[in-house]
């Protein structure tokens, strides 16, 4: 099984609607990354936590860190077709500041936004 | 600055061949990270160079190696390519802090 679950894999929703997406791990958040990607480009960073908790904004975006669960999730206010793309989680899984540059991710949620 | 670039953007090449991608990081970033996305297995660590040092690697064969020079640009080389190395490779860097920075990626179709 992935050591990071993301959920839904998909996702289909009408502009103007608000939304979710979590990211689950087997194992201790050491530090939680949010990116976003257009198919077949690169990943765009949104935003990163580390302590539980934590819980950032940028824009419409928010991204919140539950340390006892071992998850975080995205929250889309008021969605925009600009916010349609991939969205991944990434983990540092390991102790030690060598290990944020060896991340684990999860599968990816993929968000459509009709206008 | 600039962001990270990655040259080639896109790459065709025949089974049994190598190919050699490369990553410019972002000026004064020290961490390069490689990474492989397949729609099979999602997004994949390839191995982690810092002062031209590999500092951290994944759960891939040997004929995945890399590099990194002292301007702290980075190369990675796909030795006997296989059709399953059809990919997006994609490096990152980073500064002494933690957050990773994506370049736009290398697609490499291997026919």
């Known amino acids: 099984s992935q050591e990071l679950e993301q959920s839904p894999q998909s996702l289909i929703v009408q502009e103007g609607k608000n939304l979710t997406i979590n990211c689950t791990s087997s194992?201790?958040?050491?530090?939680l990354y949010w990116y976003k990607q257009k198919y077949g480009e690169g990943l765009i960073f949104l935003m990163m936590?580390?302590?539980?908790?934590e819980e950032k904004s940028h824009e419409k975006i928010t991204a919140k860190l539950d340390e006892k669960k071992q998850q975080s999730s995205l929250h889309i206010t008021a969605s925009q077709p600009s916010h349609a793309g991939i969205y991944l989680c990434?983990?540092?899984?390991?102790?030690?500041?060598?290990?944020?540059?060896?991340?684990?991710f999860g599968q990816g949620t993929i968000l459509t936004v009709h206008p | 600055k600039a962001g990270v670039t990655q040259t080639p953007r896109y790459l065709i090449k025949t089974r049994g061949q190598q190919v050699t991608l490369s990553c410019s990081p972002i000026?004064?970033?020290?961490?390069v990270s490689w990474y492989q996305q397949t729609p099979g297995q999602g997004l994949q660590f390839l191995f982690e160079?810092?002062?031209?040092?590999?500092?951290n690697k994944g759960n891939f064969p040997g004929r995945f190696s890399g590099r990194q020079f002292s301007n702290s640009r980075s190369e990675m080389n796909v030795s006997t390519l296989e059709l399953g190395d059809s990919a997006l490779y994609l490096c990152?860097?980073?500064?002494?802090?933690?957050?990773?920075?994506f370049g736009p990626g290398t697609r490499l179709t291997v026919l």
């Open positions: 194992k201790t958040l050491y530090g």
């Open positions: 990434g983990a540092a899984l390991n102790a030690g500041g060598t290990s944020y540059g060896k991340l684990t």
């Open positions: 000026s004064g970033h020290r961490s």
């Open positions: 990152a860097s980073r500064p002494g802090t933690d957050t990773q920075y």
């Open positions: 160079y810092f002062s031209e040092t590999q500092r």
């Open positions: 936590l580390q302590k539980g908790g």
